[in-house]
């Protein structure tokens, strides 16, 4: 079963989550050695994140604003609470967005990656 890759995207982890778990799933009936998948998607599985649908719905609201792929998964991934954690996430970006915008960011990231304690 070779694979030709086609293209390259940033990725958040439940993302990479939910793809690991489909290629793992539809290698279980084949002989294919799976071991880096396998510790891959273990360590995904031990990092709190959000639900891969919501986080496939905040990636959208994320990309609306203008941020970079890049940006966007390491929003996803880090969930960050405050307005200096975001900023630290924008590295990638040409110019940072609005205060008015990276709050709604941050509202974005509580709505749909709720938080925990």
């Known amino acids: 079963m070779p ?3 086609l293209d390259y995207k940033e990725v958040s982890n439940p993302i990479a989550k939910k793809i690991l778990e489909e290629y793992l799933s539809k290698l279980s009936d084949t002989d294919i050695p799976a071991e880096a998948a396998s510790s891959a998607l273990d360590y ?4 709190p994140s959000c639900e ?5 719905e905040l990636e959208k609201k994320l990309k609306e604003l203008n941020l970079r792929d890049i940006t966007v998964a390491q ?7 405050t307005l200096d954690e975001l900023r630290m996430l924008l590295v990638f970006e040409s110019t940072v967005p609005d205060e008015d915008v990276l709050n ?3 509202e974005l990231v ?8």
């Open 3 to 5: 694979y030709k890759i």
């Open 44 to 47: 995904l599985n031990s990092i």
């Open 52 to 56: 891969p649908d919501k986080a496939e």
């Open 75 to 81: 929003i996803i991934n880090i969930r960050p609470k």
């Open 104 to 106: 709604k960011i941050l």
């Open 110 to 117: 509580q709505e749909y990656c709720e938080q925990e304690a």
